[in-house]
């Protein structure tokens, strides 16, 4: 069956770094566009960043250009958010999703506060 595994998260001071890791499996990954949304409390989830299935395009929302970048490895089947310079606003769970599946992970916790 399809799962995708997020992981990385924690607290972190404002100004600070994450990576987060998703791990996919049961559906074939190199041939999905891979994305990463979060969805705040009390608000909607948002797109943050999608990846092409080679990886060659990358998309990210404005609110994360220029601090956040999408990565991907085929032969590990997994993506990966780097995340710097954050702000307080980037607090929320945080989700990869796959082109391929309506499947939603667990997701991992962000919470970036001093």
């Known amino acids: 069956q399809v799962q995708l595994v997020e992981s990385g998260g924690g607290l972190v001071q404002p100004g600070g770094s994450l990576r987060l890791s998703c791990a996919g499996s049961?559906?074939?990954?190199?041939?999905?566009?891979m994305s990463w949304y979060r969805q705040a409390r009390e608000k909607q989830r948002e797109l943050v960043a999608r990846?092409?299935?080679?990886?060659?395009?990358?998309n990210y929302a404005d609110s994360v250009k220029g601090r956040f970048t999408i990565s991907r490895d085929n032969g590990k089947k997994s993506v990966y958010l780097q995340m710097n310079g954050l702000k307080p606003e980037d607090t929320a769970v945080y989700y990869c999703?796959?082109?391929?599946?309506?499947?939603w992970g667990q997701g991992t916790q962000v919470t970036v506060s001093s």
């Open positions: 990846i092409s299935p080679t990886g060659s395009n990358t």
């Open positions: 999703k796959s082109s391929s599946t309506t499947y």
């Open positions: 049961g559906f074939t990954f190199s041939s999905a566009t």
